[in-house]
């Protein structure tokens, strides 16, 4: 069965960078579940596994602009420590729900210095191109109430209690 609008997937994958380093894979045994066609991947993936079947497996690269995006230095702004109480001590690489200009957004803590503290609000894949390798391990049909809540249930997907 050929993977097409609304089929429950699931992927092995592991995500290079273009230096061949890995940034992101599934868990041994736990194959990423999701409701294809819905935007729960990026694009360019869903696009590229349209089609395929269970044991296929492809190699998708996308560049920056059909991954998440080109990196925007516009997203970086410098802070005071002080508009940041309440969240801990605060480290590199943290990330946290910042509001901004534009709502609520994740941000991620680059550079402590002193008093100030620089907040990049790019997706931490920003400006990266991307190397997927992916093994597709189970295709089946979508149940109703899977359909009508627009993601997965079950093993890998939404457990309702
Ligand atoms: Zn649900």
Do not use: W
């Amino acid at each position: 069965m050929g993977i097409t609008q609304d089929q429950v997937v699931s992927i092995h994958y592991t995500l290079r960078d273009e230096a061949g380093e890995v940034l992101d894979r599934s868990a041994a045994g736990e194959p990423l579940v999701y409701l294809h066609g819905r935007g729960a991947l990026i694009a360019g993936l869903e696009r590229e596994l349209t089609g395929k079947s269970t044991g296929d497996r492809l190699r998708v690269k996308l560049a920056p602009a059909d991954g998440y995006g080109d990196y925007d230095r516009q997203l970086v702004q410098r802070v005071p420590r002080r508009t940041l109480r309440g969240v801990g001590e605060l480290q590199v690489g943290m990330r946290l729900h910042a509001q901004t200009a534009q709502g609520t957004r994740v941000v991620t803590v680059t550079q402590l210095s002193g008093d100030m503290v620089t907040l990049d609000a790019n997706h931490p894949l920003a400006g990266k191109s991307l190397d997927f390798e992916v093994e597709v391990a189970d295709v089946r049909a979508a149940t109703e109430e899977e359909l009508s809540h627009g993601h997965v249930h079950g093993p890998g997907g939404h457990h309702h209690h």
